[in-house]
């Protein structure tokens, strides 16, 4: 059985975040707090560059909640080697949305969502037939849905950015 506990985190940074396709970054003094993967034992709450719009299909979320998972006292004790060091740990989270892609529809700035622990591209074969655990989307590797925190920078933190 797994268990969660709920980490409240702070209302952060307050000045005016950009994240356009193609602007420069990270972007100076734009910086938020999150909990970062330095190798097995090792880890800390730092500042690390605010995350931004990489794709159109991207969203960016302001962490609301986030959670502390069996999978990341495994990735802390150095058993999930994919975990580069200087990963932001957490695969789920609630937050509300504070950036938006231009290819992404149904979800609008301000909305609050939850963010899942797999991430699943919506059209291609696997997530077609619902095995979204599975999924071949380009982020990450193909055919591994669960990649926040683990294959790309995750919720423990003030901000994520959130692909497909
Ligand atoms: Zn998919």
Redesign the pocket.
Request: neutral net charge; contains cysteine; aromatic residues 10%.
């Given at each position: 059985m797994i268990s969660f506990s709920s980490v409240s985190l702070g209302s952060g940074n307050t000045a005016e975040r950009s994240s356009q396709v193609g602007a420069p970054w990270p972007i100076e003094g734009m910086t938020m707090k999150a909990l970062v993967y330095h190798g097995p034992g090792q880890k800390a709450w730092e500042d690390v560059p605010d995350p931004r719009i990489q794709k159109p299909t991207d969203i960016i979320v302001k962490i609301e909640t986030t959670t502390i998972c069996g999978t990341d006292l495994h990735i802390l004790k150095g058993d999930v080697p994919a975990v580069e060091y200087g990963r932001i740990l957490g695969h789920e989270g609630v937050g509300t949305i504070t950036e938006i892609g231009s290819a992404v529809a149904g979800l609008t700035i301000g909305d609050r969502v939850i963010i899942s622990c797999i991430s699943?591209?919506?059209?291609?074969d696997?997530?077609r037939q619902g095995v979204y655990s599975h999924?071949?989307?380009e982020e990450g590797a193909p055919g591994i849905g669960w990649i926040l925190g683990h294959l790309i920078d995750g919720t423990q933190a003030e901000f994520v950015r959130v692909p497909y």
């Open positions: 699943a591209c919506g059209h291609l696997y997530c999924c071949l989307g």
